[in-house]
C-alpha cells in the first residue's frame, strides 16, 4: 500500500529496517515463529532476537497500532504513541509521548556460553547489552526523559534485564549495535531530522531504482523499500554491500538468487548492481566452483547454483561498473568447473548432483534419481559460454572466442541430440543412463536459449509453459499433475526465478504475446500479495517468507520492461 508519506507496510510480513544495517525491527524472531511484541533483531552470526520493545501505560501493556513506513515506526493508542527512525545503519531512535517502553533483552537466561549480559557503563552511564549470540553490543543512551527502572544490572542465571521508561512523559533514547567499543553517544540532530533524513535516504534509492513508477504500477515503490531495507554493510564474509534474501530468516545471498537483484538495480545503481554480482566470486574456490550461499559468519560449499551468471550478464552493461578481462577470468573458471568436474567421462552435457544445485531443489524431475543430466543446466551453460565467445572477441582473443563458440555449438548439438524426444525434453541418470520425463517447470527450462532453438522445439516449449500458467502465474508443478502441491516448495507454488527466465527466453523465442501475459499475471501476483518467497499457484496468497528480495526484483524488472515497451520510459538510466 501506498500513502503520501510513501509505501506502509505490515510489520509482520515486511521487517522495518535501512539500507546497510545488520538489524531490523520485526515481530518475526526465527523461522515462521511470530512473538507478540515487535524485537530488534540482528542478523550478524544468524538470526538473532535481541531487545524486546513494550509499549505500556502505567504498569501494564499497553495494545497499540503498529504501522510501519521507510523512515518511521510507530505504535500508536489513545494514551500516546512511541515512535522509532533509523539515524544510520548502526543506530535507532525511539521516542515516547504518553506511552512507557519496557527494553528487555529477548532471552532471559545467561549461560557461560549464551545469553546477554546488561549493565550500566560508569563512563557515560549508557546501559549495554553484550550478547553472546551475536558477539555485539547493544548500547541504550537516554536522550530525554528519565528512566524509571533497570532491571536486572549485572545478573547472572535468570533475570528480567533491561531499562522501563515511564508513561504519562516524553522521553527520548539511542540504541546501537557495535562491537567492543565507541564513543559515547551525543547524539545532536533532533528525532524530526532524523526521521527527514532516512525519509530522503530511502527516496533517493527509490528514484533510482524505479524512476519510472506511476499509478499503473503500484507495488514499484514497496519493491524498492524491500530492496533498500534488506542490504547489509560489508562485515564478516559478506565483502561488499549486499542485498540478503531477506531480512526474516532467509537472510543470506544464495548464488543466483543474486543476479536477479544485479538486473533490477543495474540501470539506476550500476555500482550496487554489479556489487551484487560480483559478492558470490569473491568466495570462489580453487576448482572454480560458487559458493552454495553467503551470509555473515557462515559460507556453504555443499552444494552450487545453477550456472545461471552467463546469462545475467547479458542484462548488465558491460560498459559501466567492471573491467572485461576481470568478468571473463571469474566466468571462465565457473563454467569450467562444470565442464571440468560435472560431467561423465565421455559426456558432453554436464550432471547436477542434487536438486539443490538446479535451485529447485525438490522438483519432480529429481524423483527418479538424484544425480541427473538436465536441458535446463545444458541451456544455461550454452549462454554462459556465448558470453565467454562475446567476451574473448571484446578482449581481442580470438582463439579463445572460437574456442567458447564451438564448445557452445557441440552442447547445444548434444542437447537437441541426446535430450529432445521430438516432443520434450527429458532428464538422463548420470548413473544409469535412463530418461525419464516429469511434469515439472524446470524441464521446459531449455527456452531460456531463446532464438537459438529450432522453431518446432520453441513452439513444443511454449505450448508447454502455456499449461502451467495458472491465473496468477506460471506453477512450477502442472496443477493438474498428482505430485502438485500449494505449499510443495517447487512441487507447485510460483517462483520469481523462474517466472523472469521463461518469461525472458519466450521473449527472445518469438513468443511476445505469452511472454507478456506471464509479466502481467507475475505484476498483478505481487501487486496483490506482496513479495513473498513464492506463491500458491491456485490462490495466489504469498508462501514462507513474505519479504524476498529477487521476488521484489522481479517486479521491478517486469514493469520497467513494460513501461518501457509502452513507450513511457526514454532512458531508464539516471
Known amino acids: 500500500m501506498t500513502a503520501a508519506a510513501g509505501p506502509v507496510f505490515v510489520l509482520q510480513e515486511i521487517p522495518f529496517s535501512y539500507r546497510g544495517s545488520w538489524f531490523d525491527f520485526s515481530p518475526v524472531v526465527a523461522e515462521k515463529t511470530y512473538m507478540e511484541d515487535v524485537h530488534l533483531v540482528s542478523h550478524q552470526t544468524g538470526m538473532h532476537p535481541i531487545l524486546r520493545l513494550i509499549p505500556t501505560v502505567g504498569d501494564a501493556r499497553a495494545e497499540t497500532a503498529v504501522d510501519a513506513a521507510p523512515h518511521r515506526l510507530t505504535w500508536s493508542c489513545d494514551a500516546g504513541r512511541i515512535e522509532l527512525a533509523y539515524e544510520d545503519p548502526d543506530t535507532v531512535r525511539v521516542r515516547g509521548q504518553g506511552l512507557g517502553l519496557r527494553l528487555l533483552a529477548a532471552d532471559a537466561v545467561l549461560t557461560p556460553f549464551g545469553g546477554p549480559y546488561f549493565y550500566q557503563d560508569p563512563r557515560d552511564g549508557a546501559w549495554v547489552f553484550t550478547v553472546y549470540q551475536t558477539g555485539r553490543r547493544y548500547r541504550v543512551t537516554l536522550v530525554a526523559g528519565r528512566v524509571a527502572e533497570q532491571l536486572g544490572t549485572e ?15 516524553g522521553w527520548e533514547i539511542a540504541v546501537e549495535e557495535y562491537e567492543t567499543a565507541r564513543a559515547p553517544y551525543r547524539g545532536g540532530n533532533g528525532f524530526e531530522h532524523v526521521v527527514a533524513a532516512a525519509r530522503s535516504e530511502f527516496e533517493t534509492f527509490r528514484d533510482a531504482v524505479a524512476p519510472w513508477r506511476g499509478d499503473r504500477t503500484p507495488a514499484a515503490e514497496l519493491a524498492a523499500y524491500v530492496l533498500w531495507s534488506a542490504t547489509v554493510r560489508p562485515a564478516g ?99 569450467t568447473f562444470w565442464l571440468s568436474h560435472r560431467r561423465v567421462p565421455g559426456h558432453e552435457l554436464a550432471h547436477y548432483q542434487h536438486g539443490n544445485d538446479s535451485g529447485w531443489d525438490n522438483a519432480t524431475t529429481f524423483d527418479p534419481e538424484r544425480v541427473v543430466e538436465t536441458a535446463d543446466l545444458a541451456a544455461f551453460l550454452i549462454l554462459q559460454m556465448r558470453r565467454l565467445a562475446g567476451l574473448a572477441g571484446e578482449l581481442g582473443r580470438s582463439a579463445d572466442a ?6 557452445g555449438d557441440r552442447m547445444l548439438d548434444a542437447l537437441l541430440a541426446e535430450l529432445w524426444t521430438g516432443e520434450r525434453f527429458v ?8 530418461t525419464w520425463s516429469s511434469s515439472s517447470l524446470l524441464d521446459l527450462m531449455p527456452i531460456v536459449l531463446g532464438e537459438e532453438l529450432p522453431e518446432a522445439v520453441r513452439a513444443s516449449l511454449a505450448r508447454g509453459v502455456e499449461r502451467h500458467l495458472t491465473a496468477f502465474g506460471l506453477a512450477t508443478e502442472l496443477p493438474t499433475s498428482p505430485h502438485y502441491r500449494d505449499d510443495g516448495y517447487w512441487r507447485g507454488p510460483i517462483w520469481a526465478p523462474s517466472t523472469v527466465l521463461i518469461e525472458d527466453g519466450l521473449r527472445r523465442a518469438g513468443y511476445t504475446e505469452l511472454a507478456d501475459e506471464i509479466s502481467t499475471r507475475f505484476r498483478a501476483l ?49
Open 155 to 169: 545478573a547472572l542465571g535468570t533475570a528480567e534485564r533491561g531499562i522501563v521508561l515511564p508513561g504519562g512523559e
Open 237 to 335: 564474509f559478506v565483502t561488499r554491500p549486499a542485498v540478503l534474501m531477506s531480512k526474516h530468516w532467509m537472510d543470506k545471498v544464495w548464488s543466483w538468487d543474486h543476479c536477479f537483484n544485479a538486473i533490477a538495480l543495474a540501470d539506476g545503481l550500476p555500482a550496487l548492481a554489479w556489487d551484487q554480482y560480483r559478492l558470490v566470486f569473491d568466495h570462489q574456490d580453487a576448482a572454480g566452483a560458487l559458493p552454495d550461499s553467503i551470509t555473515h559468519s557462515e559460507i556453504l560449499y555443499n552444494f552450487v547454483k545453477p550456472p545461471i551468471h552467463g546469462w545475467a550478464l547479458g542484462h548488465l552493461d558491460p560498459s559501466r561498473e567492471h573491467e572485461p578481462a576481470e568478468v571473463y577470468g571469474l566466468l571462465e573458471r565457473w563454467t
Open 402 to 407: 572460437a574456442h567458447w563458440t564451438r564448445a
Open 427 to 434: 532428464a538422463r541418470g548420470a548413473h544409469t543412463g535412463r
Open 526 to 574: 505481487c501487486e496483490k500479495s506482496g513479495f513473498a518467497e513464492n506463491f500458491d499457484a491456485r490462490s495466489g496468497a504469498g508462501l514462507r517468507d513474505r519479504a524476498y528480495t529477487w521476488t521484489a526484483s522481479a517486479y521491478l524488472i517486469f514493469a520497467a520492461a513494460h513501461e518501457r515497451r509502452e513507450g513511457r520510459v526514454t532512458a531508464l538510466s539516471p
